[in-house]
């Protein structure tokens, strides 16, 4: 069975630019969540989806979008960039509430 | 409500144990531990379950106190390749099926 998948890898923006990230859950996994990992916060919940409905969202600014399609595989934007939002974006999938949840390999992003 | 992880970091010794500490002040359903490894993705280790379910690694094991909200990690005859970053995640009730992690423990395994 795949694992899941993030595109691209690796990216680097400039400030002020936006920026679309991609995720293909495990086939199956119907909810996909999305986090945030820096050297000095760790790893941070941005939001959960299930069945193309965002569940629950951590505390982030509005500038971190997110949706759901309906394969599951999941998206987060991020608008107008800033040099804070450096970092590795991972992305996991599980069956549903209450059950484990697979990371992929993250997308780094780097931010000038 | 992020959970507290101790220790920061350990270093041990190939063989010998340690156990690693995941503390919360919230009412949890339940923990689940990973360990990431530097520059890749968190690989999951075990899953804990408010009454008592386990699902995870053959070698590893864990508690997890309700009561108290606590969980920890046991690392019997650590091999160099235990060596990462520790993280547990904990997840409350209600219909949120998010984790929110602890800072992570990082633990170092010398020959």
Known sequence: KAGVTQTPRYLIKTRGQQVTLSCSPISGHRS???????????????FEYFSETQRNKGNFPGRFSGRQFSNSRSEMNVSTLELGDSALYLCASSRGMKETQYFGPGTRLLVL | QQPVQSPQ????????????????????????????????????LMILLKGGEQKGHEKISASFNEKKQQSSLYLTASQLSYSGTYFCGTEGGGSQGNLIFGKGTKLSVKP
């Open chain 2, 9 to 44: 970091a350990v270093i041990l010794r190939e063989g010998e144990d340690a156990v690693i500490n995941c503390s919360s002040s919230k009412a949890l359903y339940s923990v689940h531990w990973y360990r990431q490894k530097h520059g890749e993705a968190p690989v999951f």
């Open chain 1, 32 to 46: 996909v969540s999305w986090y945030q990992q820096t050297p000095g916060q760790g790893l941070q919940f941005l």
